[in-house]
């Protein structure tokens, strides 16, 4: 399985994440690779028309469902149950750093950086459907891979 993850993540290698951002709760969404501007279609809400726009990576990764901890050179910094304050000081470390490795280790991911930053995910204890995804990694193909609890990678079309 670790062939088939280094494969999804071969082209991200060496290339710095940026744009990081905390979601609800833990999750957590990194940028990689050349900024794409993206503008939707008009639409209504609350009798205005609306449209989003937003800039996304060529890569985009979303740490979902599942519990984390990031060090920097062994020392942890933060954790998915962190306050907020303390996930920020993390995700403001982890700007910028390029990705060197990923492995997976049964159900766990090590995403390991080059400054020294290492990023753990692993099954959380918080959902009780144990098939529950821990990440997705949106690729350029408009392809979708993602990881889950049951320590199942798989790949699809990302609906896009």
């Known amino acids: 399985m670790n062939s088939n993850i280094k494969k999804s993540f071969s082209q991200l290698y060496k290339k710095p994440c940026?744009?990081?951002q905390q979601g609800i709760g833990s999750f957590i969404t990194f940028e990689?690779?050349?900024p794409i501007l993206y503008?939707?279609?008009?639409?209504k809400s609350r009798n205005k028309s609306k449209r989003l726009a937003y800039v996304h990576g060529e890569w985009h990764l979303w740490i979902y469902c599942c519990?984390?901890?990031?060090?920097?050179?062994?020392?942890l910094v933060a954790h998915s149950e962190?306050?907020?304050r303390e996930i920020k000081k993390a995700i403001s470390d982890l700007n910028g750093?390029?990705?060197?490795?990923?492995?997976?280790?049964?159900k766990n991911?090590?995403?390991q950086f080059d400054l020294g930053g290492k990023l753990e995910t692993y099954p959380s204890n918080m959902y009780d459907d144990k098939g529950v995804t821990q990440w997705y990694l949106y690729l350029p193909n408009k392809k979708v891979?993602?990881?889950?609890?049951?320590g199942k990678l798989a790949q699809e079309s990302s609906g896009e």
């Open 18 to 20: 940026w744009n990081i």
């Open 32 to 34: 990689f690779g050349q």
């Open 39 to 43: 503008i939707g279609k008009i639409y």
């Open 67 to 75: 519990d984390w901890k990031y060090f920097r050179d062994n020392q």
């Open 82 to 84: 962190s306050s907020r």
């Open 97 to 106: 750093q390029a990705l060197l490795d990923v492995s997976l280790i049964e």
């Open 109 to 111: 991911t090590v995403f």
């Open 145 to 150: 891979v993602s990881f889950n609890a049951n």
